[in-house]
């Protein structure tokens, strides 16, 4: 049995499953996980019996990102291209700063290995730690020559903040990429410390399922938006508009940043949550309409379901790209990302039988693999 220290970043967003999925996979395997990160982290994985040090409030990143993305917009008066840098700045303000609780931790466990997250990769590198570590990057490929140029697969606000993290990922033992290999267009050209894994984000804590989803009736239509706040309201609001003269139940899933009243419409056949389990629904939804988030995406693929997606930022053009390649999604570019637009993707969508089959034979290939195995497998060569 070994100890390892994992550096989670936030409670909401795509990093921690990963990291949760690979931890819960090592503790099978009988390590000892600890984990380090804000009040959501505990939050979410104290009622698995997991051990979480809670870093300072004043480094909860999900608050500290937001802060620095609206600083950076007003400073250069919403301009995405010119706020980037001020971003990627901002944020190694921050890393700085957690890499000192992160130092103590290190030094009072004295773990055999670190793992952590891209949004964590710059903290620990800070840390110049003595022991082997590894980063599981939640989303497709990062890092020398990418199938696809960054600018393409990024929002540009996002771009010099990937691009850093990019060229940290020199210095860990081992990075997993927690997709899949054949979704990142079947990329071979992956770094000797590289490693696909498959979708470990497709993890979520234990929840209740919900009852009304077994009830009989039209067929479940998921619309999600980001879990970390990226004022994709309005894309939630569209979807809603666009279903709500289709034969179908809607399922609108708005994160803990909302509330159902951010929502303009609430047509009777649409039902808003704040968090359900996105497995629960994608097991009997004929289709997801999102914001091309990886998790959510991953999921869909795992469940068989066809997508309508509209990408709004960070990842997202890049994953709606990989998703359409597949011949699984529609895609709505955000700026034209209309109730009139949405509905003419979600009618191509549900009357192909060609996307169909395409979701279905992705779901039953990703099925036959286990990606926690996989992570904590080579996990285990750093001990």
């Known amino acids: 049995m070994a100890r390892i220290l994992v550096v989670a970043t936030a409670g909401a967003g795509g990093d921690l499953p990963p990291l949760a999925a690979a931890s819960l996979a090592l503790r099978d395997r009988g390590h000892d996980t600890i984990f380090i990160g804000d009040a959501g982290v505990q939050r979410i994985l104290s009622p698995l019996r997991i051990d979480v040090e809670v870093l300072p409030e004043t480094l909860d990143l999900g608050p500290r990102l937001v802060g ?96 850093r993290y990019a060229e940290l990922l020199e210095a860990p033992d081992l990075v997993l990429h927690a997709t899949d290999q054949v979704f990142d267009y079947s990329f071979a050209g992956l770094p000797s410390r590289h490693h696909y894994v498959g979708p470990l984000g497709i993890w979520e804590p234990a929840q209740q399922r919900p009852a009304y989803l077994d009830e009989p009736g039209d067929p479940w239509v998921l619309v999600s938006i980001s879990t970390q706040r990226q004022d994709d309201i309005g894309l939630a609001d569209a979807a809603i508009a666009a279903l709500a003269d289709q034969p179908v139940r809607t399922l609108v899933t708005l994160g803990a940043e909302h509330e159902p009243s951010d929502l303009a419409n609430h047509p009777q056949n649409a039902r808003v949550e704040k968090t359900v389990s996105h497995a629960a629904v994608l097991e009997r939804a004929a289709l997801l309409v999102g914001h091309a988030g990886h998790g959510t995406v991953m999921k869909a693929l795992w469940h068989g379901t066809p997508m309508v997606l509209i990408p709004w930022g960070r990842d997202q053009p890049g994953v709606a790209a990989r998703a359409q390649a597949l011949g699984v999604a529609a895609v709505v570019p955000r700026e034209a990302g209309t109730a009139d637009a949405i509905r003419a993707a979600i009618r191509r969508v549900r009357a192909s039988d060609e996307m169909r089959r395409a979701a279905a034979a992705q779901s039953s290939r990703l099925r036959a693999t286990d990606p926690p195995l996989a992570a904590a497998t080579r996990l285990e060569k750093l001990l």
Do not use: K
């Open 68 to 163: 620095v993305i609206q600083d950076a917009m007003r400073t250069t008066g919403g301009d995405f291209e010119r706020a980037g840098p001020l971003v990627q700045r901002g944020m190694t303000i921050w890393a700085h700063e957690a890499a000192e609780p992160i130092s103590r931790s290190i030094e009072r466990h004295r773990p055999a290995a670190i793992v952590t997250s891209l949004f964590g990769v710059e903290a620990v590198d800070a840390t110049c730690p003595s022991v082997p570590w590894a980063v599981i990057n939640s989303t497709f490929y990062i890092g020398p020559n990418p199938p696809r140029p960054v600018a393409e697969e990024f929002a540009p606000r996002a771009v010099p903040l990937i691009a």
